[in-house]
């Protein structure tokens, strides 16, 4: 059974970090691409980043470009996105996502639970 768990999600005021965490199992996701999307109340589920499991490539949308990192950590089938520089407009739920290392959600299989981001001004 795959199974994706995010944690790390809170309130932070404008201009600080967060870490969100992705513990990935349930299989082997060495040929996986391994998303971060978002999603603000009233709109729809937007790419944030993505690493490429086998060579950790990786992709940013351009709003986070500069200020989010996304890494992975194989011994512990874990992906990282730091964040960095936090702006009231990154407040959403994220999500960890696991497939084809595309920048839609449906080029994606399997999905985490989402945690709570809130960037206060």
Do not use: H
């Not at 391994?34 to 940013?60: C, H, L, N």
């Amino acid at each position: 059974q795959v199974q994706l768990v995010e944690s790390g999600g809170g309130l932070v005021q404008a201009g600080g970090s967060l870490r969100l965490s992705c513990a990935a199992s349930g299989r082997s996701f060495s040929s996986y691409g391994m998303g971060w999307f978002r999603q603000a109340p009233g709109k729809e589920r937007e790419f944030v980043a993505t690493i490429r499991w086998r060579d950790s490539s990786t992709y940013y949308t351009d709003s986070v470009k500069g200020r989010f990192t996304i890494s992975r950590d194989n011994a512990k089938n874990t992906v990282y996105l730091q964040m960095n520089s936090l702006k009231p407009e990154d407040t959403a739920v994220y999500y960890c996502a696991a497939g084809s290392w595309g920048k839609t959600p449906d080029e994606y299989t399997y999905w985490g639970q989402g945690t709570q981001v809130t960037v206060s001004s």
